[in-house]
């Protein structure tokens, strides 16, 4: 189902990229992600990042006729996992970057594990030294402390307290098409699968999101850069692939490669 939201401050954009909306606005510039509506053209001058609706359009379902993805990708992973719990590690590679890019826009908020944790874990894993500083970590805290209280309250949860049991927030990334690629610069659309259940009985809601990341090789492996998404948007606003979901024929005609499970 659809639902109309004008900010990045609602759960489901800052589930497919709370982080870099921070790094962006602070920058001044607007995050290209959100419905295909969106208009997703980059603005100085103190710009909020905001974005329209994250489903593929007002009457979207998947359709029962499977229609089988003629791009699959199997990523790889990072090769070690770090303190706070993040895949690390990527191949200088462009599957790397893609990987990296996918693992960053993949949460779980559930249990006693709130939007805050997950939005710093992301932060302090995944973000460039370059758009790393007090002003934004400070931001993204923020921002997602603030859509916490909307999920607790949503919840029927007093704020501080674990979700109801059987209840979660859940983004994977399900798709990408690769925007420009070079050596130590990669930039992709992704397409993520973003869930919410209020508890063990409550019937699970389901948004498909679309994001434009661009990463760049620092130090050893890919982290994402906000003057990188910049210097992407150009290209990427050229071709804004469809939110449609894999099996959907639809999915083919956008560009968008499948990604499968690495063994």
């Known amino acids: 189902m659809r639902r109309t939201r004008g900010t990045w401050n609602t759960k489901g954009t800052w589930l497919a990229g709370g982080v870099l909306a921070a790094v962006l606005a602070l920058t001044g510039y607007v995050v290209l992600a959100g419905g295909d509506e969106d208009s997703g053209t980059p603005s100085k001058g103190g710009a909020?990042?905001?974005?329209?609706?994250?489903?593929?359009?007002?009457?979207?379902?998947?359709?029962?006729?499977?229609?089988?993805?003629?791009?699959?990708?199997?990523?790889?992973?990072?090769?070690?996992?770090?303190?706070?719990?993040?895949?690390?590690?990527?191949?200088?590679?462009?599957?790397?970057?893609v990987a990296a890019a996918a693992a960053l826009n993949t949460v779980s908020i559930e249990g006693g594990r709130d939007t805050v944790d997950e939005q710093m874990r992301i932060y302090h894993s995944?973000?460039?030294?370059a758009d790393r500083s007090d002003a934004h970590a400070e931001e993204i805290e923020l921002a997602?402390?603030?859509?916490?209280?909307?999920?607790?309250?949503?919840?029927?949860?007093?704020?501080?307290?674990?979700?109801?049991?059987?209840?979660?927030?859940?983004?994977?990334v399900i798709g990408f098409k690769v925007v420009n690629a070079s050596k130590d610069e990669v930039s992709v659309w992704l397409l993520s699968r973003a869930a919410q259940k209020g508890g063990e009985m409550a019937k699970e809601s389901v948004d498909y999101t679309r994001i434009l990341n661009a990463v760049v090789w620092e130090d050893g492996d890919w982290k994402l850069s906000g003057a990188a998404t910049q210097r992407a948007m150009g290209d990427a606003q050229k071709e804004q692939p469809k939110i449609v979901a894999p099996g959907d024929a639809a999915f083919n005609t956008a560009g968008w490669t499948a990604i499968r499970e690495a063994s």
Not at 126 to 129: C, F, H, I, P
């Open 144 to 172: 997602a402390i603030q859509t916490d209280k909307s999920l607790h309250q949503e919840m029927g949860v007093p704020v501080g307290e674990p979700l109801p049991s059987g209840a979660y927030m859940r983004s994977n």
């Open 126 to 129: 995944y973000v460039s030294k």
């Open 48 to 97: 909020t990042p905001s974005a329209s609706a994250p489903g593929p359009s007002a009457t979207y379902a998947p359709p029962n006729d499977w229609t089988e993805p003629e791009q699959w990708a199997a990523l790889p992973r990072g090769e070690r996992t770090d303190e706070r719990g993040s895949q690390v590690g990527y191949p200088h590679t462009t599957e790397g970057a």
